[in-house]
């Protein structure tokens, strides 16, 4: 549809067993937008469920343009700012 995406995630424990699943729609414009909901959607539940004192998170995503906007400040889209300023949020 249009300006919407799918998102589905999976959570896993250190030893790989699914421990919450999550799938439905976003808004986004874009696969990267899309991609950088999902994270933040995965942080939120990762901290929600309270998991970021035991167990350390690691995020699977196929974009490296995704990968430098959350690792390089400079090349983050200024439209997207507000998401980033809550996955950082999240982060720290």
């Given at each position: 549809?249009?300006?919407?995406?799918?998102?589905?995630?999976?959570?896993?424990?250190?030893?790989?067993?699914?421990?919450?699943?999550?799938?439905?729609?976003i808004k986004a414009m874009?696969?990267?937008?899309?991609?950088?909901?999902?994270?933040?959607?995965?942080l939120e539940m990762y901290?929600?469920?309270?998991?970021?004192?035991?167990?350390?998170?690691?995020?699977?995503?196929?974009?490296?343009?995704?990968?430098?906007?959350?690792?390089?400040?400079?090349?983050?889209?200024?439209?997207?700012?507000?998401?980033?300023?809550?996955?950082?949020?999240?982060?720290?």
């Open positions: 549809m249009e300006n919407e995406a799918g998102c589905g995630e999976v959570l896993r424990d250190e030893k790989g067993v699914t421990r919450s699943l999550f799938s439905g729609l874009g696969s990267k937008t899309a991609e950088l909901m999902a994270i933040k959607t995965a901290i929600g469920m309270e998991w970021h004192v035991k167990v350390p998170l690691t995020i699977e995503f196929s974009s490296c343009v995704t990968m430098e906007w959350l690792l390089e400040r400079n090349y983050r889209l200024w439209t997207l700012w507000n998401l980033f300023i809550n996955i950082d949020r999240c982060i720290n």
